[in-house]
């Protein structure tokens, strides 16, 4: 059974930073896509980032420049740097995986994925 665990969420102030971590466990299969959406309330859930096994990476247009999604491959931990946050990055964050890779990476759609995360709060103050 796979699971998925994040960790790193908290309250900040606009401009700061953060690190998520998604720490997986009971994964077998060699291949697998992993990503971060996030979901603010009374808004649906939206991507953030995906990355590959590979590495290949794909960053919502909102995030291009300040978010870095990246993988430790060995300790299968999933990161995502923050920079410049800003007040509407405040949402749910939650890590999640599917044991497929494609190329290119397909588009940012929580229907893609299979095993999630209990997710992590982000709350940016302006």
């Known amino acids: 059974q796979v699971q998925l665990v994040e960790s790193g969420g908290g309250s900040v102030q606009a401009g700061g930073s953060l690190r998520l971590s998604c720490a997986a466990s009971?994964?077998?299969?060699?291949?697998?896509?992993m990503g971060w959406f996030r979901q603010a309330p009374g808004k649906e859930r939206e991507g953030v980032a995906s990355?590959?096994?590979?590495?290949?990476?794909n960053n919502a247009a909102s995030v291009k420049g300040r978010f870095t999604i990246s993988h430790d491959n060995a300790k299968k931990i999933l990161y995502l740097q923050m920079d410049s946050l800003k007040p509407e990055d405040t949402a749910m964050y939650y890590c999640?995986?599917?044991?497929?890779?494609?190329?290119?990476?397909?588009?940012?759609?929580?229907?893609?994925?299979?095993?999630w995360g209990q997710g992590t709060q982000v709350t940016v103050s302006s």
């Open positions: 009971g994964y077998t299969s060699s291949s697998y896509t």
């Open positions: 990355i590959d096994r590979y590495g290949t990476t």
């Open positions: 999640a995986a599917v044991a497929k890779t494609w190329y290119p990476l397909p588009p940012l759609d929580s229907n893609t994925f299979t095993y």
